[in-house]
């Protein structure tokens, strides 16, 4: 399988490309990249990203059917077995807003949720897509990853400012509820499993006032993944550029590394300080499992 897969919000790939995304991808040592927000066609997409598919990166890209909107892509380093875009829905298939694709074994998506917007129809438009997706991803099975911009905040620790932002949209109570749900059923959320007690580390800065300075973020781009191959996880760490003028999107890349085997043991050569809990035990499981998964989004379908 492959071990290292990265995700990241690009916020426009032809904007991206020419800012330093084709540097960074010349550069990672990541297997596969999951890209959100493309916001271009197929055509426009693999324009963009050409040096990088001459490089031999190979792309399975969903396009949006809204113009400059969404889209969503999977960069790989070799083909994938097979390619699936969306997860069935009649309302959001050709939105450009989840694609997977098999390596081996292996299951991995890119994912693009809704930002929404507290008490308007893009937030109801929001909750609907969340509950189709929530439906389809309790009925996965086997080692399955999916990553991406999930447009919400867990918990307090997702971002800098929760107190300012408890009625908006990404920190709603009906979303990190909807989060509890995912963990409930299965999925582990890799990275603060890795990083049980810091805050962050955050993956999305307002490119308004000093926010990227000031690390004034949020954490919401995140990889889940199913029990088996989450307990390969090794290390998990945010991209961050080192200064504001090195961005190339305002979304940093999210990367984790996976054991290549399925019994190969995590030693405390790789285990940070913050990856211990209290007493010392290696990655203190955060999730409540009797919380009621998807609860709250029934009422809304």
């Not at 109801?124 to 099975?141: F, V």
Request: glycine share 8%; hydrophobic share 40%; aromatic share 10%.
């Amino acid at each position: 399988m492959a071990n290292i897969i990265s995700t990241v919000n690009v916020n426009g790939v032809r904007a991206a490309a020419g800012k330093g995304m084709l540097a960074w991808l010349a550069a990672t040592e990541a297997d596969i990249v999951c890209v959100q927000e493309t916001r271009a066609t197929d055509e426009q997409t693999r324009a963009a990203l050409a040096p990088a598919l001459a490089d031999g990166w190979c792309l399975a890209h969903a396009e949006p059917e809204s113009k400059g909107r969404a889209g969503v892509a999977i960069l790989s380093r070799r083909e994938p077995d097979a390619v699936r875009i969306g997860f069935g829905s009649s309302e959001f298939g050709a939105s450009g807003r989840y694609i997977e694709a098999d390596f081996d074994a292996v299951t991995v998506a890119s994912v693009y949720v809704h930002s929404g917007d507290a008490g308007t129809p893009r937030q109801d438009e929001k909750y609907r897509y969340m509950a189709e997706l929530g439906a389809y991803l309790t009925a996965r099975t086997g080692d399955f990853v999916v990553s991406g911009d999930w447009n919400i905040a867990h918990t307090e620790r997702d971002l800098k400012n929760w107190k300012g932002n408890l009625k908006s949209a990404g920190f709603l109570p009906e979303e990190r509820a909807w989060i509890d749900g995912l963990l409930a059923v299965g999925y582990v959320d890799v990275v603060r499993r890795l990083h049980p007690a810091v805050d962050g580390p955050y993956s999305w800065w307002s490119y308004r006032g000093r926010a990227f300075d000031n690390d004034t973020g949020w954490r919401i781009d995140a990889v889940f993944a199913t029990q088996g191959i989450a307990s390969r996880a090794i290390t998990a760490r945010v991209e961050r550029a080192a200064t504001y003028a090195e961005r190339w999107s305002d979304h940093a890349p999210v990367t984790v590394q996976f054991a290549q085997k399925i019994g190969e043991p995590l030693s405390d050569s790789h285990v940070s300080p913050d990856q211990r809990s209290g007493d010392g035990h290696l990655w203190a499981d955060p999730v409540e499992h009797d919380a009621e998964p998807f609860g709250v989004l029934e009422l809304r379908r």
